[in-house]
């Protein structure tokens, strides 16, 4: 999205009622497909929805039909409000995906970790000699928290790379369906054309 407002983007804001007569233009469809497209890779919608909603446009004739389809994706705003953003970034969200996995990581290290070695202590103090055996599930859960934090970078890359991924198929699903569609020729079996005649 530009820095621009979203409705400034259109012909003429199709939400004032003096426009909402005037025919759209594939402009204005083309405006309305791309916060779709956005909200999409948000998760904001899923692909049944991002179909019908595309179908939506696609119908549209007059510009008073394009504001409802995305009336619960956009904030409201007058004419000359703050534009429609992705409410995050790709590394906003690559970030916060990495801090998951390190969470989940730590989780699987410190528990059974601490499980272990509560067990072997206990048989210590029961007067059990026994060698510190829990050192075996300390360094075996280790290793992907380890691996967790010394690839912070390739992993939120990589992360970055997949949301890119995902917002481009999104947009050419949308483009796909806004294609103009063109008539094929006619079905079944068609007339022989008519023969010329000798000396004619």
């Given at each position: ?89 790709h590394r906003e969200e690559a970030e916060r995906r990495y801090r998951r996995l390190r969470l989940v990581t730590q989780i699987i290290f410190l528990v059974p970790t ?39 970078k390739e992993i939120v890359a990589g992360s970055e790379a997949r949301l890119a991924r995902r917002d481009q198929r999104a947009m050419q699903r949308l483009q796909s ?24």
């Amino acid at each position: 999205m530009s820095g621009a407002s979203i409705w400034e983007q259109f012909s003429h804001d199709p939400r004032q009622p003096e426009h909402g007569r005037l025919r759209a233009s594939d402009r204005d469809r083309d405006v309305i497909s791309d916060a779709l497209g956005t909200a999409y890779a948000e998760g904001r919608l899923t692909p049944a929805e991002l179909d019908e909603r595309s179908d939506a446009v696609a119908r549209a004739r007059t510009l008073s039909e394009l504001p409802a389809i995305i009336d619960d994706l956009v904030a409201p705003s007058p004419a000359t409000g703050q534009s429609v953003r992705p409410s995050t970034s790709h590394r906003e969200e690559a970030e916060r995906r990495y801090r998951r996995l390190r969470l989940v990581t730590q989780i699987i290290f410190l528990v059974p970790t601490l499980i272990c070695w509560v067990v072997w202590l206990s048989l210590r103090i029961g007067g059990v000699d026994t060698f510190a055996w829990p050192i075996f599930p300390t360094l075996g859960t280790s290793i992907p928290l380890m691996i967790v934090m010394a690839s912070h970078k390739e992993i939120v890359a990589g992360s970055e790379a997949r949301l890119a991924r995902r917002d481009q198929r999104a947009m050419q699903r949308l483009q796909s369906r806004s294609a103009p569609r063109t008539l094929g020729p006619p079905s079944g079996p068609q007339p022989p054309p008519p023969e010329e005649r000798p000396g004619g």
